[in-house]
């Protein structure tokens, strides 16, 4: 879960991968199937905003392809809980 709330805590939903990254991107899908959020900056997160405006509390589904310098691409996918 996360809590995009401005209190400095929990305020954005990104993995973290920890080493040399060469290639990376990371989606997030609503439960319609929209994409709400899409970035390649390991440094971005998503917000919790579509189109600017809040999304309410609901599940999510993320995906991830990264891969570190000397290894094999990876393709990793879960679910998440926003809370508003």
């Not at 400095?8 to 920890?18: A, E, R, T, Y």
């Not at 189109?51 to 991830?64: H, I, P, R, T």
Request: hydrophobic share 35%; net charge positive.
């Amino acid at each position: 879960a996360f809590t995009p709330n401005n209190d400095g805590k929990n305020d954005f939903m990104k993995p973290i991968l920890l080493g040399k990254v060469k290639q990376y991107q990371f989606w997030i899908y609503n439960r319609w199937g929209q994409l709400v959020f899409h970035s390649t900056d390991l440094s971005k997160g998503w917000d919790g905003n579509y189109k600017q405006l809040n999304e309410d509390g609901n599940a999510f589904v993320w995906m991830c392809t990264y891969q570190f310098e000397g290894e094999p691409l990876q393709n990793k996918r879960g679910t998440f809980v926003l809370i508003r």
